[in-house]
Nanobody, 115 residues
Framework: VQLVESGGGLVQPGGSLRLSCAAS????????MSWYRQAPGKERELVAT????????GYVDSVKGRFTISGDNSKNTVSLQMNSLKPEDTAVYYC?????????WGQGTQVTVSS
């Protein structure tokens, strides 16, 4: 299983970024995939989750209404559209795939929200 994130960068408060996670090595049509983030000095936090079965999504309260997670089975990708970004969204963002009882992680992509 391989997960490769892209799309991070520096953005001003109020701006937008779109993160993508390219997945390989497993049946992409059956998954629970998530985005986590970890800010300096803080624990890794679950940000958003999407399941393949019903397309169910879930979000941490702090990003509801601003972030949208989506999956594209034809491209084996999961994306996180982040709008109205705030300085407190600054973190390394990680793609996660849960297959059975095993978690797989990408290498992370830095998102910095600063003026």
């Amino acid at each position: 299983v391989q997960l490769v994130e892209s799309g991070g960068g520096l953005v001003q408060p109020g701006g937008s970024l779109r993160l993508s996670c390219a997945a390989s090595g497993f049946t992409f049509s059956r998954y629970i995939m998530s985005w986590y983030r970890q800010a300096p000095g803080k624990e890794r936090e679950l940000v958003a989750t999407i399941t393949s079965t019903f397309g169910t999504t879930g979000y941490v309260d702090s990003v509801k209404g601003r972030f949208t997670i989506s999956g594209d089975n034809s491209k084996n990708t999961v994306s996180l559209q982040m709008n109205s970004l705030k300085p407190e969204d600054t973190a390394v963002y990680y793609c996660n795939a849960r297959i059975g009882l095993t978690d797989y992680w990408g290498q992370g992509t830095q998102v910095t929200v600063s003026s």
